[in-house]
């Protein structure tokens, strides 16, 4: 059939049969990568009982929660259970968002609000919606370098602070490399010098606790840490949930109310969200999966996805290729010169890598959807296209 353009589109006069819609439909979902191809993002295929259950809840409000009694109670638990993961004390409140960059959004609001400064510190590596809250908030970014470690350097931080800080931001799983910033060092330096600290976990939230619980020797991720202010995570990433759902935890419950706005027309009095409609589809798809995973079965997922990785980092290595640094995380960097020759000509035959250009590498992050077959076959093509372009 023919796939009608969107400079086309006009709003239709009449309907039409279901079975056209799906049909036409399903030619550009056809036009999509598959997760086997997609070795660049940090999204993965959902477990199947969190597609089931989404459906189930496609119509319920999480912004007008007593119409959706049930489904509230479902986030109370989500929330509840992400608290009980990080430690968080008593006092501490949660909030489900659309992700990690509506998590750092909102921290970001309260350390503002609490505060009443305008100056924020991130590493050069914090993910890009940090921008994204500079022009919202009208806030000035203070980058710290972090070469050659590509963490930060506690020592860099404090040098930063000043007396306009309103925060700082540490990263656990870097966005480019999957590496993690000094927490314990970084909590004890904001709590001696009284700055808020936000960390954001977006990606290693659902890893960090699990490899830390096999034994593996990672920063420690909990507001057992007296200088952690906030924390955000996305059950969309290794959470293996249903797109879009992440979760702020914050240590106090009143820094939520100090953000809020009254809301007359809905039956809650007060929300401190960015959305008013929020759907209950994926809170109940994540608290479906985490209930099913438990955490033998997350320890499971990233002990497999950690021995991808390392076999990725041979097959990568025995072609003649190098990696930015050790993995320290299911994240490779692996360095390139000819940057974007290597990465369209895998385009173009079908592998979805993601390029990192200031650091001259691409990224592949060895989500639970990324076998050793995979591997094997990317490998294959890397080989090609690298000798190509004369990187090996």
């Not at 086997?36 to 477990?47: A, D, N």
Request: proline share 5%.
């Amino acid at each position: 059939m023919r796939i009608i353009k969107f400079c086309e589109m006009k709003f239709p006069d009449n309907g039409v049969d279901d079975f056209i819609i799906v049909d036409e439909l399903s030619e550009f979902r056809r036009k999509d990568h598959s997760y086997s191809r997609i070795l660049g993002s940090m999204c993965t295929v959902p477990l199947q009982i969190a597609k089931k259950v989404y459906i189930e809840f496609l119509d319920t409000n999480l912004g007008d929660p007593k119409n959706f009694e049930g489904t509230k109670e479902i986030e109370n638990r989500l929330i509840g259970m992400i608290k009980d993961l990080f430690d968080a004390p008593l006092n501490s409140a949660g909030q489900i968002t659309s992700g990690g960059s509506e998590g750092n959004i909102v921290s970001i609001s309260i350390a503002k609000t609490l505060t009443g400064k305008k100056e924020l510190i991130v590493p050069d590596h914090a993910h890009f919606s940090f921008k994204k809250i500079s022009k919202l908030m009208d806030i000035r970014l203070k980058p710290i370098k972090t070469s050659p470690t590509h963490i930060v350097d506690p020592k860099d931080v404090k040098k930063s602070l000043s007396n306009d800080t309103l925060a700082v931001v540490a990263v656990a799983g870097t966005t480019e490399l999957g590496l993690i910033d000094p927490i314990r060092e970084l909590s004890e330096l904001c709590h001696e010098e009284n700055v808020f600290l936000h960390i954001d976990a977006a990606f290693g939230g659902f890893v960090i606790p699990f490899l830390r619980e096999l034994g593996y020797d990672l920063p420690e991720l909990s507001f057992s840490l007296e200088g952690i202010s906030t924390i955000s995570v996305d059950a969309h990433k290794m959470g293996c949930s249903a797109i879009p759902l992440g979760i702020l935890i914050a240590r106090e419950k009143r820094w939520l109310k100090e953000i809020g706005v009254e809301t007359p027309y809905v039956s809650t009095r007060i929300q401190s969200t960015l959305t008013g409609t929020r759907s209950g589809a994926p809170v109940a798809a994540a608290y479906a999966v985490i209930r099913a995973l438990g955490k033998e079965g997350y320890m499971k997922i990233v002990r497999d996805c950690m021995e991808v990785t390392r076999y990725a980092k041979q097959r990568i290595e025995d072609i003649g290729l190098h990696l930015i640094t050790e993995p320290v995380l299911n994240v490779l960097g692996v360095k390139i010169v000819h940057l974007d020759k290597v990465v369209n000509m895998l385009s173009q035959i079908g592998w979805r890598v993601n390029p990192i250009p200031r650091l001259s590498c691409f990224r592949i992050v060895v989500m639970p959807h990324v076998t050793k077959q995979i591997i094997d076959e990317f490998i294959s093509d890397l080989e090609k296209v690298c000798k190509r372009v004369g990187e090996i």
